[in-house]
């Protein structure tokens, strides 16, 4: 049986997630229009959350320079490789919630003590698979710009540089979450907010991609 809480997330990310992809296929105005109401949501939930003025403030600072890494991302990189690194981020948390519930096991860390070895495994295997399905049969898996995989006669061959990439951008997203976990801990809260049934505050939601999208621009950068 599927227990209520998962009832709730499960359904409150199917909302969410056809509703940021409409906005991301968007023109610019939109996209900013959308970018600016979860930074002010996130950003509200931040300042609720945490007493110290300094750690506000710093924390504002850093949700700016997110947004604005997501928007030139998308807007002055590529739309491939924008939804390419909300796909790893989006599946490494799903994959790390299911599987933990399944499998549970050691926990993996005190900072969050739901969080389980199984869980970060699986969220490293989940964001494989869903890279894999979305370059495979989607048009616009632009992951080609870094010539680390190759597409030929619907063979897909992943090169290793490529394949540690997800990896590594899997991790950066989990550490994000540990990062948001870490002050929810500080000052004893179980989630940033009440906005999402399931899941929490919208800062539960996005504290992985916040910290994945401006380490991915830098490597790609790297790579590039």
């Known amino acids: 049986m599927i227990n209520t809480e998962l009832k709730k997330r499960i359904l409150s990310s199917l909302f969410l997630i056809p509703i940021t992809f409409f906005f991301i296929f968007q023109n610019n105005f939109f996209f ?3 970018l600016s109401i979860i930074f002010l949501v996130s950003s509200y939930e931040w300042i609720k959350m945490n007493k110290k003025d300094l750690i506000k403030i710093v924390g504002i600072y850093y949700l700016f320079f997110a947004f604005f890494m997501a928007y030139f ?10 939804i390419l690194i909300l796909i790893i981020c989006i599946f490494t948390d799903l994959g790390g919630y299911i ?12 900072i969050s003590p739901k969080k389980t070895y199984s869980g970060s495994l699986g969220g490293f295997v989940l964001s ?4 894999i399905i979305y ?3 989607t048009t616009i898996g632009e992951a080609t710009y870094f010539n680390l995989l190759v597409l030929t006669n619907n063979n897909l061959v992943i090169d290793k540089m490529f394949f540690l990439f997800i990896l590594f951008i899997s991790l950066v997203s989990q550490i994000g979450d540990l990062i948001i976990s870490y002050f929810k ?6 989630n940033t907010g009440k906005l999402l049934p399931g899941h929490g505050g919208l800062l539960d939601r996005i504290d992985g991609i916040i910290f994945a999208i401006p380490i991915s621009y830098l490597l790609i950068i790297f790579l590039k």
């Open 185 to 190: 801990r500080l000052e004893k809260v179980k």
């Open 99 to 110: 599987l933990g519930k399944i499998f549970k096991g050691p926990k993996l860390t005190k």
């Open 73 to 82: 991302l998308r807007d002055k990189f590529s739309l491939g490789i924008f």
């Open 32 to 34: 900013i229009f959308f």
């Open 128 to 131: 494989i698979i869903s890279v």
């Open 135 to 137: 370059i495979k049969y």
